[in-house]
């Protein structure tokens, strides 16, 4: 696989606030990379610097092996974009909308038609081609701010939260049109706050805070980076203090709480929910339930910045 | 791309409101209004009238003169006004008294009361006068007030017409006031209010100096994120929007000007290159001046064209559009007003070119607009370049 973008230690400030640190990173062809991270944390930032649109204070930036500089106007043209907001005319149509935004890329009419039927086919808006974007429910406005982006099939496309206030229904569409766009050799840069949208696309994932890069890998990667790997709940009454030790007290587990109703456990690697269960039958309680949970990339974050991803 | 920035200037509703069909409303409006008071396509009786005077004077002596001349047939119909018999049947009368009884027996429906020295004319009527005698009656007090009101504006700002002035006056008295004075050419008021609203039309254009900046600066919009991470260079881009903006606006105002011209008859020049010259400058100044509010003033894109049309009305306000007689206001108590205000600047370039017989301050006050056109230009040009923003 080759490199598609190299970042090597951005730095932008805003005045006093470093809103990039210090970034590096690389994005291969064919993947899906995540920048995952609270707003404000830098994701925008960091893209909108790769697209030479902000200027930043130190770093390098390479797209395809060449500088990405604002006159770059043949990497520009294997480049898309999905901004974060809506970003569409209003007095244009759908099918105007996505035949402009074509049309800054590709200034041949017959590919272009096609091209912009393609795109409208993809994004499943079809029946809504003469519509004016007012017209259209938040989650139909997302798809055709995708369709704006993607229309002239470009090698390199960034997504920028593009899934902010859609429901349930388009955000599934939204997310299934990435993977098959992936599918189709695209190279996706995308940001997102949302974990479980990451977990379910991304190859690998780079978590980011205060513009700081706190962990780079895929998923599995990163659950390995912490000491929690595992949530037991189990449903039980009556377990003593002494019992509640003795569980703490057990090899791999880190945490347990106890309402009179439910044991909570932190547990590391190993066969945990197992000895768990031991200990409690030895004892002679009466198990009703037994959850466990692996990690989430919220765990992750938790664990290396110590704060919880929804906390902004 | 240029059929599209053109068709979505096209369909911009607020666009069309304002610089199209709010105009054409307001000079309906001027017309329905004023032309009672211009006094045409209305027949009438000769309206009896007697006139009382107060102390002595050229302010008394001219009004009597001239309610002598619309009492005469023949000058009346020589004069172009547009009627075949005389306006006013004058009945002499010696004393308030005298009036007032000639009131009560209708053999007098009007009196005026001219004071020479504070230069007031009072309208006396019965207890239920005709509204066409009423009408006529306070045209023609009310076009005689402005007429004098502007001899003695000319004496101040332009006393070297003096004398052109004086001619055309006494010409322009003796057959009243449809056709009055105005900085010595003859003309009247009720034109001046057609011009600006011309005027006010093309800057209403300031909205759209805003959106073409907004429709390409990354930092600004999404869609100016969009086209600024495009292949596209910024610059074609930035023309090809500002271009489709200025060509419809243009034929806007020139739109305008034909309907002003041939459905609220209203005069205009023969002097079409410069009548092209004028409304291509006005749309270029105000465009150029949104595209500076766009950049440089703060808040969201409405915001901004918020500000940009908060300012163009007042310059249009101050120019006339309302109370026609601001400019002359300024002209003797503040007559810098009138020299920044881009609005009164292109009000009388307007006026002149249609009804000067030379066009020394028509060039004057096109090369003014044109300055401050190429300074802001120059100013949003050189940010628009930017491809790289400080902040996003």
């Not at chain 1, 149509?93 to 912009?116: A, H, Q, S, T």
């Not at chain 1, 002239?152 to 939204?174: C, G, L, M, W, Y």
């Not at chain 2, 009492?71 to 004393?95: P, R």
Request: aromatic share 10%.
């Amino acid at each position: 696989m080759s490199e598609m973008i190299r970042v090597d230690g951005l730095v932008k400030r805003y005045k006093e606030l470093i809103a990039v640190d210090n970034f590096s990173m690389t994005v291969n062809e064919g993947e899906i990379l995540a920048l995952l991270g609270p707003n404000g944390s830098g994701k925008s930032t960091t893209i909108n610097c790769i697209l030479a649109l902000l200027e930043f204070d130190a770093g390098n930036i390479t797209v395809m092996g060449k500088p990405m500089t604002p006159k770059s106007y043949d990497l520009k043209r294997l480049i898309g974009v999905v901004p974060q907001e809506v970003s569409v005319f209003e007095e244009l149509n759908v099918y105007e909308n996505i035949d402009f935004f074509c049309g800054l890329y590709i200034k041949d009419k017959d590919e272009r038609k096609k091209l912009v039927q393609e795109a409208i086919d993809f994004v499943e808006l079809n029946e809504f081609k003469k519509f004016r974007p007012k017209k259209l429910s938040g989650g139909l406005k997302r798809r055709l701010n995708i369709a704006c982006g993607i229309a002239h099939k470009p090698k390199i496309i960034f997504f920028d939260e593009p899934t902010v206030a859609v429901d349930p229904q388009s955000r599934n569409k939204i997310l299934e049109g990435i993977e098959e766009l992936r599918k189709q050799g695209a190279t996706i840069i995308y940001t997102s706050h949302y974990m479980e949208e990451v977990e379910q696309l991304a190859d690998r994932i780079i978590v980011i805070d205060k513009g700081q890069q706190i962990a780079m890998g895929t998923l599995d990667e990163l659950k390995s980076m912490i000491k929690k790997c595992e949530m037991i709940r189990i449903e039980v009454k009556g377990v003593t203090e002494e019992d509640i030790k003795k569980i703490a007290n057990a090899e791999n587990i880190y945490h347990v709480e106890y309402d009179g109703k439910m044991l909570k456990i932190e547990a590391g690697k190993g066969n945990n929910v197992v000895e768990v269960i031991r200990v409690l039958e030895e004892s002679g309680y009466r198990i009703k339930n037994v959850y466990s949970e692996q990690p989430t990339l919220n765990d992750v974050f938790l664990e290396l910045t110590g704060k919880e991803l929804r906390d902004e | 791309m240029f059929k599209y920035y053109l068709r979505r200037a096209f369909r911009d509703r607020e666009f069309m409101f304002w610089s199209l069909f709010f105009p054409i409303l307001l000079m309906t409006c001027f017309k329905l209004s004023f032309m009672p008071v211009a006094m045409k396509d209305i027949d009438f009786d000769p309206v009896k009238c007697a006139v009382l005077t107060q102390g002595e004077g050229a302010y008394a002596d001219e009004f009597q003169s001239v309610i002598a001349e619309l009492s005469d047939e023949e000058k009346v119909k020589t004069g172009n006004l547009g009627y075949d018999h005389a306006i006013v049947s004058l009945v002499s009368c010696a004393s308030m008294e005298e009036a007032e009884k000639m009131i009560l027996e209708d053999q007098v429906e009007v009196v005026f009361l001219v004071d020479a020295t504070s230069q007031r004319i009072d309208v006396q009527v019965g207890e239920s006068p005709s509204t066409t005698s009423l009408m006529v009656a306070r045209s023609i007090s009310e076009s005689f007030r402005r007429n004098y009101t502007l001899v003695q504006e000319t004496m101040t700002v332009a006393p070297e017409r003096m004398e052109m002035v004086m001619a055309s006056l006494s010409d322009s008295l003796s057959v009243m006031k449809a056709k009055g004075t105005f900085m010595g050419e003859s003309t009247n008021y009720f034109y001046w209010y057609f011009y600006s609203t011309i005027v006010m039309g093309m800057f209403f254009n300031v909205s759209a100096g805003v959106k073409v900046v907004f429709d390409i600066q990354g930092n600004l919009s999404g869609y100016g994120m969009r086209t600024s991470v495009s292949p596209e260079r910024k610059m074609k881009i930035l023309m090809t929007a500002f271009l489709s903006r200025y060509v419809l606006h243009s034929a806007v105002t020139f739109l305008q000007i034909i309907c002003m011209n041939k459905i609220f008859e209203i005069p205009l020049a023969n002097r079409i290159p410069e009548l092209i010259l004028f409304v291509l400058i006005g749309n270029l100044f105000a465009m150029s001046l949104g595209s500076m509010f766009g950049l440089y003033a703060k808040g969201e894109q409405s915001a901004r064209e918020g500000q940009a049309t908060g300012l163009i009305m007042l310059s249009v306000f101050l120019s006339g559009e309302m109370i026609v007689v601001l400019p002359g206001f300024f002209e003797k108590y503040c007559p810098i007003i009138n020299q920044i205000n881009p609005a009164t600047i292109m009000n009388f370039a307007f006026y002149r070119l249609v009804f000067y017989p030379t066009l020394n301050t028509f060039w004057m006050n096109i090369i003014k607009i044109s300055i401050a056109t190429v300074v802001f230009l120059t100013l949003a040009i050189l940010k628009l370049r930017r491809e790289k923003y400080a902040a996003l």
